[in-house]
């Protein structure tokens, strides 16, 4: 009896497990060995040791998409978790037709990201150079996607767009949690406004608050659609996310070797700021 | 309970914030019912409606990406890896959730799997190309059991966690009568993680829908389209006859719209059980 049922746990664990290594284990260990060679994607290639790594950390292509990347997620971090708070507590509260602003309010998100960022940027290169010039501002007259200092916004303003959806319905939910008696009493003491929500409501739903971080920088880490359809990495390469520099010059570029290093790096740095993240979040949880 | 007044301040952010999600959405209705003539390049012109909703940018639109077909493939990778992903996914999370507190093997097979998070698409994107290729999967069905094998960290982590609750005597009582293993599951264990089972439907199925990259990767030398690939592959046919383009965008927008208007409940619940847990 004992023996069936662990004959059936085997069973149902082994070719499973062995899916997984098959199409996420091999291919992860044959992007590391790639990443010592000089392979094009096709044809005979070398061992060349280290050379990839010590060229990605002195390429400056390789180098601005970093910069990018990071500028991205940290900038539409903070973006989308000060709006989404205001909005869910803005939902949370008392008003009218709450079902039906909750419903629209996560629209956005079940959006294909890059048909959205195809809206988006008609809207940037027709629609706001327009309205800039019936008010009247010099500055948004042309394309903000066409000036390598200003593209990156746009791309900030689709990813914020959708992403907004996403950690507002979070919040609410964190905002749920919290018992009406905590404003009553904290009401008391006289925190109203700004101090209930710094003091009262905003520690109760920390663990939310990092579901978000988490959510928010992994995810723009990787950001990858919205490129594709916005500025496919212009103008003057000023909007190369690392996915897209990885797909771009790894897939067609002839770089397989040198992005599979890249790949590899990246992969380290996802690791080192989920983990980072985590251990950060549950010591303040740990505090309250 | 005292009934609280209507919040004014907070109808007038909810009404405001409204108008930036609106605005794309009645841009993306009216230039796509537009005929080119109609668009100038004043505001007016732009915001204003068709003088007539006629449906030809449509029917050029689905020609030109051919729509049903990319539909159909959409829907069968969608439909396929939601049934295998809650198969499967449910399976392991049942023996890894039962057996990893108490053996070794089995709780290290968790973790290996759960770390499988951690592995952005972008390192396996390269090696994955050779591979499919190699097996001659470089095409839906590679897609379908590649969107298992991303999706599996995450759900088996959300059924194992959920299996918790799920009391041990449950399935006791059933040895007991000389049940088997596998036939326990299936009648007892599978219909009770029945809540868990919309949430990984909804998470599996609003991403294997919208996702670009995988299909981008692993299918684009089959000649076949998911939909968010055919606005990619099409969008130099377009050109600049933008109406054209906003019918199709249109167009790929609609099954996803139809299943968050009938369904809108569960997405939502399924979404934030999915993150929170």
């Known amino acids: 009896m004992k023996n069936e049922r662990k004959r059936t746990f085997l069973l149902i664990t082994i070719p499973i497990l062995a899916l997984f290594i098959c199409f996420n284990t091999i291919p992860l260990i044959r992007g590391v060995i790639y990443s010592f060679t000089n392979f094009k994607g096709f044809g005979s290639y070398d061992w060349v040791g280290l050379r990839n790594y010590a060229d990605l950390f002195t390429d400056a292509r390789v180098g601005r998409s970093y910069w990018f990347t990071f500028k991205l997620a940290v900038v539409t971090t903070i973006v989308v978790n000060v709006l989404s708070l205001l909005l869910a507590l803005a939902l949370n509260s008392h008003i009218r037709a709450k079902s039906f602003f909750r419903g629209a309010y ?123 359809a916005l500025t496919k990495g212009g103008p003057a390469q000023s909007t190369e996310s690392i996915s897209y520099l990885i797909y771009n010059n790894g897939m067609s570029g002839g770089q397989f070797g040198f992005q599979s290093a890249n790949a590899v790096v990246f992969f380290i740095v996802i690791v080192i700021v989920s983990v980072a993240q985590m251990k950060f979040s549950s010591k303040k949880e740990e505090q309250l | 309970m005292i009934e609280k007044k209507t919040n004014i301040s907070a109808m007038t952010v909810l009404i405001l914030g409204l108008a930036t999600i609106a605005l794309p959405l009645y841009l993306t209705v009216v230039i796509a019912f537009k005929q080119p003539s109609e668009m100038t390049n004043s505001i007016s012109g732009i915001l204003s409606l068709p003088k007539t909703w006629s449906l030809n940018n449509f029917k050029e639109a689905m020609e030109i990406t051919d729509f049903w077909h990319s539909l159909r493939n959409s829907l069968l990778i969608t439909g396929l890896s939601v049934v295998l992903s809650i198969t499967v996914h449910s399976l392991m999370g049942y023996a890894l959730g039962r057996n990893k507190a108490k053996s070794k093997f089995y709780s290290f097979v968790y973790l290996f799997i759960v770390s499988g998070m951690f592995v952005p698409f972008a390192i396996l994107m390269m090696p994955l190309a050779k591979q499919t290729a190699e097996l001659g999967l470089a095409n839906w069905f590679g897609v379908i059991i590649l969107y298992v094998v991303f999706y599996m960290p995450m759900n088996v982590l959300l059924y194992s966690g959920y299996l918790v609750n799920i009391p041990m005597a449950l399935e006791e009582a059933a040895k007991v009568d000389g049940t088997s293993t596998w036939r326990t599951y299936w009648k007892i264990i599978f219909p009770i993680m029945k809540p868990m089972h919309a949430t990984v439907a909804v998470l599996t199925a609003l991403a294997v829908w919208n996702d670009v990259m995988t299909p981008l990767v692993i299918m684009a030398g089959s000649g076949e389209n998911t939909l968010p690939l055919a606005q990619l592959n099409f969008q130099s046919q377009f050109g600049t006859n933008y109406n054209l383009a906003f019918a199709s965008y249109l167009l790929s927008l609609i099954p996803i719209l139809i299943f968050y208007v009938i369904c809108q409940k569960q997405i939502l619940n399924g979404v934030v059980n999915g993150a929170v847990k």
């Open chain 1, 106 to 228: 996560f629209l956005p998100n079940i959006l294909g990201s890059l048909v959205v960022a195809y809206i988006f940027n008609y809207f940037f290169t027709y629609i706001l150079p327009a309205l800039a010039d019936m008010i009247g501002i010099e500055a948004l007259r042309t394309s903000i996607l066409s000036n390598p200092a200003t593209a990156w916004i746009g791309v900030m303003v689709v990813c914020a767009w959708q992403a907004i959806a996403m950690n507002t319905i979070i919040y609410i939910s964190g905002l749920q949690t919290v018992p009406e008696d905590v404003y009553e009493a904290g009401g008391l003491d006289g925190a109203t406004g700004w101090k209930q929500f710094k003091y009262l409501t905003f520690p109760l739903i920390i663990p939310f608050f990092s579901i978000n971080m988490v959510l928010c920088i992994k995810n723009f880490l990787m950001v990858f659609d919205q490129i594709m």
